[in-house]
């Protein structure tokens, strides 16, 4: 388990479960009209992506830089991600008060 850790395959496994939660819900979306609208599941997923690049590149033993340049990356995501719901809920309420 040390190995499996300490060699960054665990960061690849999260990435591989990142990759295939974005394929399910891109796939209910397609199949079901319902869903998460594709920039919805790509900015819920790149944070999550990008912390896992930085978490392997720790553990492999790469530069600082490109650590620091992958939290940086999940810092901007994350912001965007944040930026985009709001905006989205902020259209949504107004949508709901023109309705009614």
Same mark, same amino acid.
């Given at each position: 388990?040390? @190995?499996?850790?300490?060699?960054?395959?665990v960061? @690849? *496994?999260?990435?591989?479960?990142?990759?295939?939660?974005?394929?399910l819900?891109?796939?209910y979306?397609?199949?079901?009209g319902r869903?998460?609208?594709?920039?919805?599941?790509?900015?819920l997923i !790149?944070?999550?992506?990008?912390l $896992? !690049?930085a978490?392997?590149?720790?553990?492999?033993? $790469?530069? %600082?830089l %490109?650590? $620091? *340049?992958?939290?940086?990356?999940?810092?901007?995501?994350?912001?965007?991600?944040?930026? %985009?719901?709001?905006?989205?809920?902020?259209?949504?309420?107004?949508?709901?008060? !023109?309705?009614?």
């Amino acid at each position: 388990m040390a @190995d499996f850790i300490q060699s960054g395959r665990v960061a @690849d *496994l999260v990435i591989l479960c990142l990759v295939v939660e974005a394929v399910l819900l891109g796939g209910y979306r397609r199949r079901t009209g319902r869903g998460l609208p594709a920039m919805a599941i790509a900015m819920l997923i !790149l944070p999550g992506m990008m912390l $896992a !690049l930085a978490l392997r590149a720790a553990l492999t033993g $790469a530069s %600082w830089l %490109w650590v $620091a *340049l992958a939290l940086g990356a999940a810092l901007l995501a994350h912001i965007a991600d944040l930026h %985009w719901r709001i905006r989205s809920s902020h259209r949504a309420n107004v949508r709901a008060s !023109l309705d009614a």
